[in-house]
């Protein structure tokens, strides 16, 4: 079983930018797909992006599509989420994942404890 900590959370102004970052351990990083999704107060979990395990395919949700970049560093086990242009609406829990190339949380079998962003108007 992999063990994902995720780290780069905080409270910014809108059209700040931040960089959250999942570290891997255990389970071989290699050879899966890592994403990211996010869950806002009364709302469902929802895709953000994912990427592949070689990093040459990604995939992003249209609400943060052209703001959010995903990368991953396979020799340190880490992806990323750069985020830029952050808007009120993005105030969430950040969660990373670890399963299939896929959009749906139920294809990531290993899941991150989450790092709150919060987006001030």
């Known amino acids: 079983q992999v063990q994902l900590v995720e780290s780069g959370g905080g409270l910014v102004q809108a059209g700040a930018s931040l960089r959250l970052s999942c570290a891997a351990s255990?389970?071989?990083?290699?050879?899966?797909?890592m994403g990211w999704f996010r869950r806002a107060p009364g709302k469902e979990r929802e895709f953000v992006a994912e990427i592949s395990w070689s990093g040459g395919d990604t995939r992003y949700a249209d609400s943060v599509k052209a703001r959010f970049t995903i990368s991953r560093d396979n020799a340190k086990q880490i992806v990323y989420l750069q985020m830029n242009g952050l808007k009120p609406d993005d105030t969430a829990v950040y969660y990373c994942?670890?399963?299939?190339?896929?959009?749906?949380?139920?294809?990531?079998?290993?899941w991150g404890q989450g790092t709150q962003v919060t987006v001030s108007s």
């Open positions: 255990g389970r071989t990083f290699r050879g899966y797909a």
């Open positions: 994942a670890q399963g299939m190339y896929s959009v749906l949380p139920a294809d990531f079998n290993s």
